[in-house]
């Protein structure tokens, strides 16, 4: 794991942005692109919503890291982590000790207004906003063990822009 440059990690919370960003962060980079939800939803054959409702959240937790384990040795490779992801058995030390961390944040609102309109998050659909906010308030203090943290409700070119600045220092 040598350089660390070659695998870039976004994490956040829901709705952050992390896929969006991540495919247009790769596609500037020429890297591959993997999102850890899509890699989970190809694999079991079920959407995120499903696997909730059929196994539950600790199996799906399971999944999250054991799929992180086998996509950490990839190289020249963006990847968008579900928001949970850093959070659970020890994820983000291994996050940090094979790659670059990006932290894409915005205010609680802009998140909270989003997930509004979003149906497939089965986290966020069954908390109240008090109960969300607290649930965003205990991840902050993982999250911003990032290497960077960086503002993501500016325009996508300019947040990639900045990432890669930080990042490839150019
Ligand atoms: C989750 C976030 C989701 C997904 C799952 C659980 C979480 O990913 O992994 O619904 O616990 O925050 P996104 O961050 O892409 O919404």
Redesign the pocket.
């Known amino acids: 794991m040598k350089e660390k440059k070659e695998r870039i990690f976004l994490i956040?919370?829901?709705?952050?942005g992390?896929?969006t960003i991540g495919k247009e962060l790769a596609k500037e980079l020429n890297y591959d692109f993997i999102?850890?939800?899509r890699f989970i939803e190809k694999e079991i054959g079920m959407t995120?919503?499903i696997i909730?409702e059929k196994f539950g959240e600790d199996f799906?937790r399971k999944k999250?890291s054991e799929i992180l384990i086998s996509i950490v040795t990839k190289k020249n490779v963006v990847i968008?982590?579900?928001?949970?992801?850093p959070?659970h058995n020890n994820n983000m030390s291994l996050l940090k000790k094979t790659g670059k961390v990006i932290f894409l944040k915005s205010g609680f609102e802009v998140y909270y207004e989003r997930l509004q309109q979003m149906k497939?998050?089965?986290?966020?659909n069954k908390l109240s906003p008090n109960e969300l906010k607290k649930?965003y308030t205990s991840r902050l203090p993982i999250y911003t063990q990032a290497d960077f943290t960086i503002l993501s409700n500016r325009l996508i070119p300019l947040v990639v822009k900045r990432i890669i600045h930080l990042i490839f220092k150019k």
Request: glycine share 14%; aromatic share 10%.
């Open positions: 956040g919370f829901m709705a952050s992390k896929s999102d850890t939800d995120i919503p909730f799906f999250e968008s982590v579900g928001g949970g992801l959070c497939d998050r089965p986290i966020a649930l």
